[in-house]
Nanobody
Framework: QVQLVESGGGLVQAGGSLRLSCAASRSTFTITVMGWYRQAPGKQRELVADISVSGYTTYADSVKGRFAISKDDAKNTVYLQMSSLKPEDTAVYYC?????????WGQGTQVTVSS
């Protein structure tokens, strides 16, 4: 099993920055893929970015050039650095991991971007 705990959400003005953290209960070096998803009110949950065990990253088109995902295997933590935030980035952000053919989710952290 993998337990995930997110932190770092909050309220920020448009154009500002936030960094989300996701602490995993097992070594991120052993987790196949870790990622960040988000869900805005009335919308489906969508992939924001993910990172493989080897460090390969993918991003949603809407966040390319503004967000950066990274991981620190020594701390078992994945980060999402969000810059140039827009009101449409407002959502609950969830950490996700794919390990041993199972998907795990964190509890989510709210990000609100005011205009």
């Amino acid at each position: 099993q993998v337990q995930l705990v997110e932190s770092g959400g909050g309220l920020v003005q448009a154009g500002g920055s936030l960094r989300l953290s996701c602490a995993a209960s097992r070594s991120t070096f052993t987790i196949t893929v870790m990622g960040w998803y988000r869900q805005a009110p009335g919308k489906q949950r969508e992939l924001v970015a993910d990172i493989s065990v080897s460090g390969y990253t993918t991003y949603a088109d809407s966040v390319k050039g503004r967000f950066a995902i990274s991981k620190d295997d020594a701390k078992n933590t994945v980060y999402l650095q969000m810059s140039s935030l827009k009101p449409e980035d407002t959502a609950v952000y969830y950490c996700n991991s794919y390990y041993d053919n199972r998907v795990y989710w964190g509890q989510g952290t709210q990000v609100t971007v005011s205009s």
